[in-house]
């Protein structure tokens, strides 16, 4: 049945949303909103970035992008027997200004086969789904789709019907095929018969309830270079694979195949099987899909170059989870310095050690995309997370080591007021009630939150946008601690003011709002604050 389907090849067929540069929509010509693998990577230097609307989406879009980049820029290796260091090769195709055409023409004429979304060996899907699980028991293309309810589930994003769903374009299902390899949860998923004995429990996406840290240039090609890894010496691109490039599907009762490089590091560590089947009149169109467990047993490592590691309590890595409600601003130091203060112990993306070699020689310094998912470990999908920096990559440890502890600073006091502002609402509120546990206290810190982060946020960023980057201001980089905590207090002070305001009126209230407005400014608590 799948056989006999067009194959849509995504090397060809338009399915990734892409942003122009100015300078090319200047020039008039009749621009396409969607483009194939080719045309992507061809036009990279024109194109300012990806327009895809969905963070996690987005987010392993780009791991897949850094893996193609790598391999026809030849970068895939450290050594390539040119006698050019790694980094200089990098740096000579940046000066370029565009990715080799002749490394993605050769790339492409190898792989092209393996790039069909439908087929014999559909990309990044196993076909062996279509005779391993029940056909009557198949996901489901609203399954399949991370904004569609399934089940019994609520319609958070967008409503749809389980028992009619809407067919989903290709090049949608395949930005949910690659959310699912990334992010998708563990739990029951198809029943798979693997050897005589059918399973249906899944593992959690190496991604899941995780925040994912990008530099970001002026241009897609600027991104991808910043985005790439250097390989260890001994690694090899023929055992270093991408899963597309795999010779063999893998035995799913086998342990998972080894991490061997960047490549493989980034494109082949799902813990989910997929298979979408096409709908047989239309092949731009998907009608069903199964989605399962990749391997019963064994576990693929999970040390993402793209996340904030930190240590809990008990000495265990973690990656920073995915909060919707936390700016990107108060993750900065542990993006810019090599050692952030703070009891969790905290290390900056892999990837920003390579990143800033592409920063330190642009006129204008990379930024960082911040993109995720808050969702737990099985079926909760929360809350889209996103968010952009100005460039900051200037400001990194290795470029102004001036800034060291003006950036660390900065960020812990703005935390640390805006933790103040909270406790001394919900104090006040439960003096004002004369009840400790009053539930009314959280809704009371919810508002100042809602306050007190978004402009401390804007104050954060322009003391940040007025450090020193010359060097010449060796003393935090030019900061002034004395004015930037007063305003930090100004926009707490405010924060409370208003929330507390409403019961200022009767003697009570008035007298609740004053015993507590001491807590901002570190009231019984000033050690720990």
């Not at 090849?9 to 621009?31: F, I, K, N, R």
């Not at 029951?188 to 959690?204: D, L, Q």
């Not at 995780?210 to 002026?218: K, R, T, W």
């Not at 060291?404 to 600073?409: E, L």
Request: charged fraction near 20%; include cysteine; proline fraction near 9%.
């Amino acid at each position: 049945m799948i056989l006999a389907v067009p194959a849509l090849p995504l090397h060809a067929t338009p399915w990734l949303p892409v942003l122009w540069t100015p300078s090319v929509q200047s020039t008039g010509e009749d621009l396409p909103p969607l483009v194939g693998l080719r045309t992507l990577l061809e036009r990279s230097h024109e194109i300012s970035g990806l327009a895809i609307a969905e963070p996690p989406a987005h987010s392993a879009v780009l791991r897949v992008l850094y893996a193609f980049t790598a391999r026809v820029c030849g970068l895939d290796e450290d050594d390539d027997g040119s006698g050019m260091d790694w980094s200089e090769r990098r740096l000579e195709i940046l000066d370029s200004g565009r990715l080799p055409a002749d490394g993605i023409a050769a790339y492409l004429d190898v792989w092209a086969h393996r790039l069909d979304l439908f087929g014999e060996r559909p990309w990044m899907q196993d076909p062996r789904l279509s005779e391993q699980c029940d056909p009557a028991r198949s996901a489901g293309v609203n399954k399949l789709v991370p904004t569609r309810p399934s089940g019994n589930n609520h319609s958070w994003f967008t409503h749809v019907q389980d028992g009619a769903p809407d067919p989903v374009p290709a090049g949608e299902a395949a930005l949910s095929l690659l959310t699912w390899h990334y992010y998708g949860p563990s739990g029951r998923g198809s029943a798979r018969t693997v050897g005589g004995k059918a399973s249906a429990n899944m593992k959690a996406g190496p991604l899941r309830g995780a925040l994912s840290y990008h530099p970001v240039g002026s241009t897609l090609f600027e991104t991808l270079l910043a985005g790439l890894l250097r390989p260890d010496p001994h690694v090899r691109r023929t055992q270093d694979r991408c899963m597309w490039e795999w010779d063999e599907l893998p035995d799913p009762d086998a342990p998972p195949p080894p991490v061997l490089g960047p490549c493989s590091r980034l494109t082949a560590v799902s813990q989910h099987a997929l298979l979408l089947v096409p709908n047989p009149n239309d092949e731009h169109v998907v009608a069903d899909a199964f989605i399962t467990w990749a391997y019963r047993d064994g576990r693929l490592p999970r040390n993402d170059p793209f996340l904030i590691w930190q240590t809990s309590q008990q000495g265990n890595a973690y990656p920073r989870p995915a909060d919707s409600g936390r700016a990107l601003w108060r993750d900065i130091d542990a993006l810019l310095l090599h050692n952030p203060v703070g009891t969790a112990q905290a290390h900056r993306p892999e990837v920003f050690s390579h990143a800033q070699e592409i920063s330190d020689v642009l006129d204008t310094p990379l930024a960082v995309r911040a993109l995720g998912f808050e969702q737990d470990g099985q079926a909760k999908d929360r809350q889209f997370v996103a968010g952009l920096t100005p460039p900051v990559l200037g400001f990194a440890e290795e470029s102004n080591p001036a800034t060291t502890s003006a950036v660390g600073w900065l960020r812990r006091t703005g935390e640390m007021f805006g933790r103040r502002v909270e406790y001394a609402v919900r104090r006040a509120c439960q003096l004002y009630a004369n009840d400790p546990k009053s539930r009314e206290a959280e809704s009371w810190a919810e508002r100042a939150a809602a306050l007190y982060w978004p402009r401390a946020e804007d104050e954060f960023w322009s003391q940040f946008g007025a450090l020193d980057r010359t060097g010449v201001l060796l003393v935090d980089a030019g900061l002034d601690r004395a004015v930037v905590r007063r305003k930090f207090l100004r926009i707490a002070e405010q924060a409370y003011t208003t929330v507390t305001d409403p019961v200022c009126h009767s003697q009570r209230g008035a007298r609740a709002v004053a015993g507590a407005r001491v807590e901002l400014y570190g009231g019984n608590r000033r050690a720990r604050a």
